[in-house]
């Protein structure tokens, strides 16, 4: 469908430890992990100062108290996957009681600070973080991921209308499957070779690797602004981009980077399009001041954007509420 107006959506993948607990051990990672505390509220306050609104596509495991409520609302069908390293599951034994104990698998007060502040959407990035592509998993699986993460978030007060899929591996089938229990919207990606998750071993290789991070700072793939499109009952709310962490090695490069996500937003404003760019609170955990200088230097570019072209900012499910 074609906007009256463009629009910016940001959405932050927020997960912690399970984002990323079959790639990296706990202890290369626990530096970054713990200034999330601190990243959480600074997002807040930023974006509530430039009047924009984020969307924390939460891991449903982070949603849970304690183990005991973890535990409680895990499915009874889990994931199969054939390599048995992608389950979550199999960490449970290992981690702490809640949030006190464990920051890096737990998240209640960090939550609880999103919901209280009311500007912002919590959505939904699966219950356990969960590969949508990946082989021996089920529809069935997926659907009983799908309540536990509906479920646990009920039981806060938080009703889930969007989903991002997890490494972005969207599956044809579970988008219906999300469609018939209420979700509203999810991210799709770009649209560009370079960027299809449908192969997930393709994603990994070096090529395409070397082409997503030229397309940082270049423009090779496109601006990857859209308009608003249904697919299979829910909104594809399409990803224009990856904000990439500052890179101290590539920090001549930063400008280049920054001003190519800016061209984007002014295409989209122009164009009466949607811009939509992500990554997750632990990117910020290094160079912590350089993210947030970049990220203000966004905001202000929006701020302009706001004033010059009525370009506005939504949360996912906002934005699809509004048509
Ligand atoms: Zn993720």
């Not at 960490?91 to 209640?108: C, K, M, Q, R, S």
């Not at 999103?114 to 069935?140: L, M, P």
């Not at 938080?158 to 089938?173: D, G, L, T």
Request: proline share 2%.
């Amino acid at each position: 469908m074609k906007l009256d107006q463009g629009h910016l959506v940001i959405s932050l993948d927020f997960e912690l430890f399970w984002g990323v607990f079959d790639v990296r051990t706990l202890e290369s990672y626990k530096s970054q992990l713990e200034k999330v505390s601190e990243i959480v509220p600074r997002l807040l306050q930023l974006s509530d100062t430039y009047n924009i609104k984020l969307t924390f596509a939460t891991v449903g495991f982070l949603l849970a108290k304690n183990k005991e409520e973890l535990l409680q609302y895990s499915p009874k069908k889990k994931p199969n996957y054939s390599d048995a390293n992608f389950s979550p599951y199999r960490l449970f034994d290992a981690i702490g009681n809640n949030e006190t104990e464990d920051p890096y698998h737990y998240a209640t007060s960090l939550v609880e600070q999103i919901k209280q502040n009311d500007n912002h959407e919590i959505g939904s990035h699966t219950f356990c973080h969960y590969y949508c592509n990946e082989v021996g998993q089920t529809a069935e699986q997926f659907e009983a991921d799908l309540l536990a993460t509906i479920n646990i978030a009920k039981q806060q007060d938080i009703n889930i209308k969007s989903i991002v899929f997890p490494r972005n591996q969207i599956n044809e089938v579970y988008i219906k499957i999300c469609a018939k229990h209420g979700i509203l919207s999810y991210r799709g990606i770009e649209n560009h070779w370079m960027y299809n998750t449908n192969d997930t071993k393709q994603l990994g290789n070096t090529k395409h690797r070397i082409y997503r991070l030229l397309d940082a700072y270049l423009n090779i793939s496109g601006h990857n602004t859209h308009d608003l499109q249904m697919h299979h009952g829910l909104v594809n709310i399409a990803s224009s981009r990856f904000l990439r962490p500052y890179s101290s090695k590539l920090r001549f490069l930063e400008n280049l980077k920054i001003n190519r996500i800016k061209k984007g937003m002014t295409y989209a404003a122009k164009q009466k399009q949607v811009y939509h760019f992500w990554w997750h609170p632990h990117n910020f955990g290094q160079n912590t001041e350089e993210n947030f200088k970049a990220l203000e230097e966004l905001f202000n570019h929006y701020k302009t954007l706001n004033k010059t072209y009525n370009f506005n900012s939504k949360t996912m499910t906002n934005l699809v509420q509004y048509f």
